[in-house]
């Protein structure tokens, strides 16, 4: 079945800078890669996501960059701002397929 | 349109108890699924369901019971807690197969003792 590995499990950036959190998957047959956020005591929403016929997808500040042939995918937030503090997960699955399996997530703290 | 509801919000069962965590959605989807996070271990699938009438294990089911009870509601049961089960426990629910997007529910906080 699919496995999905997640980096860092935490990562700290000063307010401002850049963030960049990996995943790799398991499954070459995964053909779709969200990214959600979950913010302290909130559910998890959808933030962005990528289909494997594109190489990259932006939405204003937040970009994700998928390599097919090593299956990894990473997820880019610039201009980091104190509301971007939240636990990040990535998922890889195949379209019409409903099993979805999550990475164990990545805690981003926005510092000062 | 209420999205996705969970019920309860919070419980507190002794060991050996059971309980059943209900969950509904009003946006017309076809699939439904349980997940528990624990700290540092993320959002682990419990079991979901592709379709009224059909459900499949996910990567921890044991312990769990599930019912489809028809295309709005996907019901966890505990028949027999026990603390390894202390989780907040997600619903959530996705229109496949023409949306992959995940709704998620506001989360059942159980706790066994």
């Known amino acids: 079945g699919e496995n999905v590995e997640q980096h860092p499990s935490t990562l700290s950036v000063q307010e401002g800078d850049s963030a960049v959190i990996k995943c790799t998957y398991s499954?070459?047959?995964?053909?779709?890669f969200p990214w959600y956020k979950q913010e302290l005591g909130k559910r998890p929403q959808l933030i962005i996501d990528?289909?494997?016929?594109?190489g990259e997808k932006k939405d204003q500040r937040i970009a994700v960059t998928l390599n097919k042939t090593a299956k990894h995918f990473s997820l880019h937030i610039t201009e980091t701002q104190p509301e971007d503090s939240a636990v990040y997960f990535c998922a890889a699955t195949r379209l019409r397929d409903d099993k979805i399996i999550f990475g164990k997530g990545t805690r981003l703290h926005i510092l000062p | 349109n209420a999205g996705v509801t969970q019920t309860p919000k919070f419980q507190v069962l002794k060991t050996g108890q059971s309980m059943t965590l209900q969950c509904a959605q009003d946006m017309n989807h076809n699939s439904m699924y349980w997940y528990r996070q624990d700290p540092g271990m993320g959002l682990r699938l419990i079991y979901y369901s592709a379709s009224e009438g059909t459900t499949d294990k996910g990567e921890v089911p044991n312990g769990y019971n599930v019912s489809r009870l028809n295309k709005r509601e996907f019901s966890l049961r505990l028949e027999s807690a026990a603390p390894s089960q202390t989780s907040v426990y997600f619903c959530?629910?996705?229109?496949?197969?023409?949306?992959?997007?995940?709704?998620f529910g506001a989360g059942t906080r159980l706790s066994v003792l």
């Open positions: 990528i289909r494997s016929n594109v």
């Open positions: 959530a629910s996705r229109d496949s197969p023409t949306q992959n997007i995940q709704y």
């Open positions: 499954d070459s047959a995964s053909n779709y």
